[in-house]
């Protein structure tokens, strides 16, 4: 209910900028603040109500956030393999996604867990996963990459994690594309910022 009410309030008077780090920031107050508490009430009350699918779904959402953030950090911290971060990152998103589908059915809990995971993975390094980010899709949508199909490109920018911190960075290659030509399809960048739209707001 609380979280509805921040809503509204941006929808009414605030710039639709603010909405996601005021409910991020919302859900941090209400919620993630109170968890060992939440725990150790609830928990109780779980065992001794034998709530054995409750139970379960604890401690798998626990286990996979662990492995996310555990496998993700070799990936993120290793300096020498920063040329490489990115394309790993989207593959283990991928694979995730994939059991996240297949093993899970989409659930929405095991969704969140694994975008919060990710999201701890990207601020490891300050700007660095950020800047790596936005360096790739510039890249991709450079026309030296004119051999890759309008399909295979569009497959690209939906795996692309979509995330506030690169934000900074994506503005100010896109701005460099634009002014020299060097964009390999405005149809491209569209979508690309309609993604960013939809992820960060206007």
Known sequence: MRLNEENERCLLYLDAFTRKPLIA???RQL???H???ILDKGFMMLMDGHRIEDLQRMYSLQAISSYIRRTGQSIVMD???DKDMVSS???FKASLDSILEESFSKNEAFCNTIKDSFEHLINLRQNRPAELIAKFLDEKLRDGNKGTSEEELEGTL???LGKDVFEAFYK???AKRLLLGKSASIDAEKSMISKL???CGS
Do not use: G, H, M, S
């Open 31 to 33: 919620l993630e603040r």
């Open 35 to 37: 968890i060992p508490a």
């Open 197 to 199: 739209k939809t992820e």
């Open 89 to 91: 990152l989207l593959e």
């Open 25 to 27: 920031t919302a859900e």
């Open 79 to 81: 300096e020498e393999k």
């Open 158 to 160: 939906d795996k692309v």
């Open 172 to 174: 100010k290659d896109l």
